[in-house]
């Protein structure tokens, strides 16, 4: 079935996005900005058939199926519910929202609805994390003990930049935590039910490095290392019994390498292109949508906002809107 996308937002990744859904679906059927030449723009650009000024004016159009959020964390969760309101799927670029019961109460309507929800949380759509958790699920690694996970960007100083503004969610834990913690849940076989950290902090106050420990009912651990003001690694590994998982440049991984702890032997996983992060992402989403699925994806998504909102309230790190 062909489903229409109205793209919210004008930015890099909603460029990202467009070349993405050309490649998949062949066209692009609305966009708007808040700035209507803006949206102009991105139309004649893409040869998208609609451009509208206005968000509200875009939902009213009862041809677009799925609406995509493109815009910065602050406004997700009034664009998504209003979304859901007006019967769209909506697919939502990471962080989904910035606090759980945000997320609950958009989970809640769309569940009302029938309707589906994701986000732009790639690396929980790339081909090669669905082959290792199958290569885990074979018992051959024996069980899943420890990940760890780090993530490190180094923003250059400018605090009128929004990675360093409150009033538009910034700090490390929702723009690359979000990535990290996804990691972590992914190969956990349950939720984290004890969560330890700390961070130091930006002058602008939202958070700039942290450390954070996941603890689950099963006996699984998970240490993470998040900073915006240094370069680190994009590294994931996955420690189990009889071996471990290394993975780089995780967010989109195309490839991992196990190393087998009985003789260090390794063998490399190769599945699918890094360059398609975001077109497996589509075909998910309408996957969800065709077969009325998704589950497993959203309570991912579910239980990593669970712990970004217990790390945060640890800290005591409050955005003004909330």
Not at 172 to 198: C, E, H, P, Q
């Amino acid at each position: 079935m062909k489903y229409n996308w109205g793209i919210i937002g004008t930015g890099w990744i909603a460029h990202e996005m467009g070349d993405a859904l050309k490649n998949v679906n062949g066209e692009i059927y609305a966009v708007c900005d808040a700035n209507l030449a803006g949206a102009q723009k991105y139309a004649a650009e893409y040869d998208v058939k609609h451009a509208y000024g206005s968000f509200d004016e875009l939902l009213e159009d009862s041809q677009i199926d799925i609406v995509y959020i493109a815009t910065p964390h602050n406004f997700h969760y009034d664009m998504m519910k209003k979304a859901l309101e007006k019967n769209k799927h909506v697919f939502c670029e990471k962080a989904i929202t910035v606090n759980d019961r945000q997320l609950e109460e958009c989970v809640a309507i769309a569940k009302e609805k029938n309707l589906i929800i994701s986000d732009g949380v790639t690396l929980l759509h790339m081909p090669l994390y669905k082959k290792l958790k199958e290569i885990i699920g074979s018992g051959k690694l024996g069980r899943v003990k420890m990940v760890q996970v780090n993530f490190g960007s180094c923003k250059e100083y400018d605090v009128t930049n929004r990675f360093f503004s409150k009033e538009l969610a910034g700090g490390a834990l929702l723009d690359i935590g979000v990535y990290a913690t996804s990691f972590a849940r992914f190969f956990m076989s349950s939720k984290a039910n004890v969560v330890l950290t700390t961070a130091n902090f930006f002058e602008t106050g939202v958070d700039e490095s942290s450390g954070i420990i996941l603890k689950n009912g099963d006996g699984e651990m998970a240490v993470m290392a998040l900073t915006m003001r240094a370069k680190q690694p994009k590294r994931g590994v996955v420690s189990c019994e009889e071996g471990y998982i290394e993975v780089n440049e995780y967010p989109r991984a195309a490839s991992a390498t196990i190393t087998y702890t009985s003789d260090g032997h390794q063998e490399v996983v190769e599945v699918g292109e890094s360059k398609k992060a975001l077109e497996y992402e589509i075909q998910d989403m309408e996957d969800y949508i065709s077969n009325q699925s998704g589950e497993e994806n959203l309570q991912y998504i579910r239980d990593v906002m669970a712990t970004l909102t217990s790390v945060r309230n640890q800290w005591g790190m409050v955005y003004p809107f909330e």
